[in-house]
């Protein structure tokens, strides 16, 4: 991954790991995001890699809530 920041193309990018609701089926999600912030303009941004780390974890939190509904919906008959 490039190092350097896109938006001023001066600051270096340094990983951070964030939290993000999403709404999903009633509930709302605290989800970690990974993103890059620019140490010199304070800009954010995200590489393919983690955007696509980001979806992965976002789609896992969904299928495990859905899951855990389904089984306590089998378990109330």
Partial sequence: ????CPICDTGTLCER???QTVPYKGFQLNVPVTLSRCGHCE???VSGIQL???????????????AHLNQITASSF
Avoid at 1 to 4: A, D, F, L, Y
Avoid at 60 to 66: E, F, Q, Y
């Fill in 52 to 66: 696509l780390k980001n979806k992965q974890t976002c789609m896992a939190m969904k299928a495990s809530l859905t």
């Fill in 43 to 45: 800009s954010n941004s």
């Fill in 17 to 19: 790991l964030e939290y």
């Fill in 1 to 4: 991954m490039k190092n350097t």
